[in-house]
């Protein structure tokens, strides 16, 4: 194997010796440290004279744990700064303190604080040092805290956060320290922060170069030989190859150096969408017996290309990226991060056939890409919504000249080893298409990812993809990033001969889940044609997947023309759910978008089917809208299936009529006049039955039923289970417009943590422990204790049969 040490930073003196190292012998490990650093915050909403100083008398002050999102504990109102377009929820200034002790035994360590995300301009003291200003809040950050604290003593930590300066973001930012926090403590020696890289630069199924970079940093004055040394263990724990280096060095503190190490590894099992098989990469630091720093690093073994005819492959094969944008938020959650709520996202979008994830507009919390490399989507990872120019009066345009390159080189350093990543966004809808400014930073954000990462794709989101497009012009992206346009896709080698394609974002199509309008078979363009008053009282959304906005086009029409091209690499649909702020096509009282094909509740809207019938291998067969309407009154049923020819419907027994895809239809329709009763729709293949779907005329709301998505849960207070909450009437149907208040009650090891039900005009808070049902549905999300133990859940409404149901945590 080829050995070599490359100098990075300060200064290399004495001697320097490079030698091949085998590992064979047992080592005692005293080495790097993390510790989740959540739990036992003091907070406090408001401006604080002397925040950061050590003795002030927080006695009085909010205890919680993180991540927290004071704003998603507000009230909706017009008037809030944020306006309707951020969420219509307050801002604001809040300070959080920590008192904790470091062992006198960490003395002569390093001991560090990592802020995976503050929203927004953090300044972060200890003992009343100031360590840093940190204006963007998507951004992951780290502070040294060695010199400043009392090692076997008492310690306060501070943080200011000041959102209060708004509007500043185009849709929901949330509030706070909203990220996870950790406490990390290494040795003088150890690996850098973010200090590893590693690529595939040869992959086959008979084998696999792993090329591993390892930059090492002396905070010391330590002149001991050491040894670097690492290992790739299979997802099995068994180690498949291995390499290592034996340094000697003398009077080498305050150093910064990078080795380089090649491995092989025979038969790979590769990362793909459909299995996801995942490596790590172990590197030890080891000086005598023991090691002194150990540090892993994900690993998935893959190869991929953007052709500017065939489209993506992955692995050789060609596919097409199935993706869906999201903001970050969590729906009722609000922006604090969880696990299980990103992984229930995922599971939902996996379940429709979705294989990619854009991180609109910024990077995205580190959980989201560990569960994306797990799980199997390709990830397009984006840094910024601006640049220079602003969108909104406060936003990041204020910041990007001082901070755009740390926090660029931040993003890629800290995300650069997930597998799942594919695509590097520098930028989306830059006002500065246009401008003559985009050819000197373009390439200049360029320059900051390559000099980082040479082997992903870099694009931009663009809503001007035209040829006066100066982002485009200046050759810094590889990939030509079309927001929407599609009605353009096929005319694109046209414009751009030999380039490569990709549809950033696409669709924007509106839909109210559960909310239909008559008839369904003409597209309606808002607000130009789109047809009022409304039915309902409130801002609702025909959802046959036929309104749409003027930029955007309905989901059906977007496929037809991305499955048709095979340069059409792939899409990421505008959204994957609905979102907190960007109430299109309204405004208040709308508080949350339109966009998404899963409402803010995560209950999917009916266009999801639409999905599922052709993303996946599935055998689909879904009819819509419900079946209680006025008597006489013309319905549209629509009906999306797969894996059959046709379909047939019957009311109340008679046949209504088959109906059969042709051209490139993706749904069938029928008009009917109602009368109550029955719908059944019956798919055939070949003459033989392969799904029946019964829709019934429900009846008065009678009772409820509690469906949770999880009953086994983590004693770790921070697992959840998401209860469906649905109004049946006596015979068990969902009653398609029922509104009823429901009232919860938690007894036991978990806490009822929000609530919501996919509205988005609702304006009750999501705290309360009650909830309209919103056509005929209600979620309610519980959030285990630390402590173990059996979790009571009930759920009562005026007028109806109760439900309980019992979850156990562990």
């Known amino acids: 194997m080829p050995l070599k040490l490359i100098a990075k930073a300060g200064k290399l003196s004495g001697l320097l010796l490079v030698a091949l190292f085998f590992y064979s012998t047992s080592f005692a490990q005293q080495g790097r440290q993390v510790i989740n650093f959540d739990n036992g915050w003091r907070f406090n909403l408001g401006a604080v004279d002397n925040g950061e100083k050590s003795d002030l008398n927080d006695t009085q002050w909010r205890t919680l744990n993180l991540p927290h999102d004071w704003s998603i504990e507000g009230e909706f109102k017009k008037e809030n700064p944020a306006t309707p377009e951020g969420g219509a929820l307050p801002g604001g200034i809040g300070w959080y303190r920590k008192t904790f002790t470091v062992p006198a035994a960490s003395k002569g360590k390093a001991v560090y604080i990592d802020f995976d995300g503050v929203y927004q301009k953090s300044d972060v003291w200890v003992n009343g040092h100031h360590l840093g200003f940190r204006p963007n809040g998507y951004i992951s950050f780290r502070y040294e805290l060695t010199p400043y604290l009392n090692f076997g003593g008492k310690n306060v930590i501070a943080v200011k956060v000041d959102n209060s300066v708004q509007p500043n973001s185009r849709w929901y930012s949330g509030s706070g320290i909203y990220r996870n926090v950790w406490l990390v403590t290494t040795n003088k020696v150890a690996i850098d922060h973010w200090g590893t890289f590693v690529t595939t630069p040869k992959v086959s199924t008979a084998s696999a170069t792993v090329a591993l970079k390892v930059k090492v940093k002396n905070n010391g004055a330590h002149t001991s030989p050491f040894t670097i040394k690492s290992m790739i263990y299979d997802a099995a724990g068994k180690v498949v190859s291995t390499s290592g280096y034996a340094v000697l060095k003398t009077n080498m503190a305050d150093t910064a150096f990078e080795t380089a190490i090649n491995f092989t590894v025979k038969t790979p099992k590769l990362w793909s969408v459909e299995s996801p098989y995942l490596y790590k990469v172990v590197t030890q630091i080891v000086t005598g017996k023991t090691i002194i720093d150990e540090y892993t690093t994900p690993l998935g073994i893959r190869y991929f290309n953007f052709d500017a005819d065939k489209g993506f492959t992955l692995n050789g094969k060609q596919m097409k990226i199935l993706g869906v944008c999201n903001h970050h938020d969590l729906g009722s959650l609000g922006s604090a991060i969880n696990v299980r709520a990103l992984e229930r996202q995922l599971q939902i979008l996996k379940a429709m056939g979705c294989n990619g994830i854009r991180t609109s507009h910024n990077p995205p919390a580190p959980e989201l890409l560990d569960l994306c490399d797990k799980m199997g989507f390709i990830v397009m990872d984006e840094a910024f919504d601006c640049w220079e120019w602003q969108k909104v009066q406060y936003d990041y345009h204020l910041y990007f000249k001082e901070w755009h390159k740390r926090d660029l080189q931040d993003q890629i350093l800290r995300d650069r080893n997930h597998p799942s990543i594919m695509i590097w966004s520098i930028g989306n809808e830059i006002p500065q298409q246009a401008d003559s400014s985009a050819l000197r930073i373009a390439p200049e954000l360029a320059a900051i990812v390559h000099s980082l990462d040479t082997t992903r794709p870099l694009t931009t989101a663009n809503d001007r993809p035209d040829k006066s497009n100066k982002i485009i012009?200046?050759?810094?992206?590889?990939?030509?990033?079309?927001?929407?346009?599609?009605?353009?896709?096929?005319?694109?080698?046209?414009?751009?001969?030999?380039?490569?394609?990709?549809?950033?974002?696409?669709?924007?199509?509106?839909?109210?889940?559960?909310?239909?309008?008559?008839?369904?078979?003409?597209?309606?363009?808002?607000?130009?044609?789109?047809?009022?008053?409304?039915?309902?009282?409130?801002?609702?959304?025909?959802?046959?997947?036929?309104?749409?906005?003027?930029?955007?086009?309905?989901?059906?029409?977007?496929?037809?023309?991305?499955?048709?091209?095979?340069?059409?690499?792939?899409?990421?649909?505008?959204?994957?759910?609905?979102?907190?702020?960007?109430?299109?096509?309204?405004?208040?009282?709308?508080?949350?978008?339109?966009?998404?094909?899963?409402?803010?509740?995560?209950?999917?809207?009916?266009?999801?089917?639409?999905?599922?019938?052709?993303?996946?291998?599935?055998?689909?067969?879904?009819?819509?809208?419900?079946?209680?309407?006025?008597?006489?009154?013309?319905?549209?049923?629509?009906?999306?299936?797969?894996?059959?020819?046709?379909?047939?419907?019957?009311?109340?027994?008679?046949?209504?009529?088959?109906?059969?895809?042709?051209?490139?239809?993706?749904?069938?329709?029928?008009?009917?006049?109602?009368?109550?009763?029955?719908?059944?729709?019956?798919?055939?293949?070949?003459?033989?039955?392969?799904?029946?779907?019964?829709?019934?005329?429900?009846?008065?709301?009678?009772?409820?039923?509690?469906?949770?998505?999880?009953?086994?849960?983590?004693?770790?207070?921070?697992?959840?289970?998401?209860?469906?909450?649905?109004?049946?009437?006596?015979?068990?149907?969902?009653?398609?417009?029922?509104?009823?208040?429901?009232?919860?009650?938690?007894?036991?090891?978990?806490?009822?943590?929000?609530?919501?039900?996919?509205?988005?005009?609702?304006?009750?808070?999501?705290?309360?422990?009650?909830?309209?049902?919103?056509?005929?549905?209600?979620?309610?999300?519980?959030?285990?204790?630390?402590?173990?133990?059996?979790?009571?859940?009930?759920?009562?409404?005026?007028?109806?049969?109760?439900?309980?149901?019992?979850?156990?945590?562990?």
Request: glycine share 8%.
């Open 473 to 810: 012009q200046s050759g810094a992206i590889d990939l030509i990033g079309y927001n929407y346009h599609q009605f353009d896709y096929a005319k694109f080698h046209d414009r751009y001969p030999g380039k490569k394609f990709i549809a950033t974002e696409t669709t924007s199509g509106l839909e109210t889940r559960g909310y239909y309008e008559m008839p369904s078979d003409s597209i309606r363009i808002w607000p130009e044609n789109y047809d009022k008053p409304f039915t309902r009282e409130g801002n609702n959304v025909s959802a046959f997947d036929n309104v749409r906005p003027p930029w955007g086009s309905t989901h059906e029409m977007t496929w037809k023309v991305m499955k048709k091209y095979d340069f059409l690499s792939g899409m990421f649909i505008w959204t994957g759910f609905d979102y907190l702020g960007e109430p299109t096509p309204y405004s208040w009282p709308s508080r949350s978008s339109y966009f998404g094909i899963v409402d803010l509740a995560g209950f999917p809207k009916d266009v999801y089917y639409m999905y599922q019938s052709e993303w996946t291998t599935k055998t689909v067969l879904h009819i819509f809208p419900h079946w209680n309407w006025e008597p006489g009154k013309m319905v549209d049923i629509w009906a999306y299936y797969s894996n059959a020819d046709e379909v047939e419907l019957f009311l109340n027994g008679k046949s209504i009529g088959i109906k059969k895809k042709t051209g490139d239809d993706l749904h069938v329709m029928w008009r009917l006049k109602f009368e109550p009763g029955t719908l059944k729709a019956v798919s055939r293949k070949n003459g033989k039955v392969v799904l029946t779907r019964e829709i019934h005329t429900a009846g008065a709301p009678a009772k409820i039923e509690l469906i949770a998505d999880r009953k086994q849960l983590k004693a770790d207070g921070k697992d959840l289970s998401f209860i469906t909450v649905k109004i049946l009437d006596k015979d068990g149907n969902v009653v398609p417009d029922a509104d009823n208040l429901v009232n919860f009650k938690i007894n036991g090891q978990a806490v009822l943590t929000s609530v919501d039900n996919g509205d988005p005009v609702s304006h009750d808070s999501f705290k309360v422990p009650y909830r309209k049902a919103f056509h005929g549905l209600a979620m309610a999300i519980v959030q285990t204790k630390e402590k173990a133990g059996s979790i009571n859940f009930t759920a009562t409404a005026d007028g109806l049969q109760s439900a309980a149901i019992v979850l156990t945590s562990k």
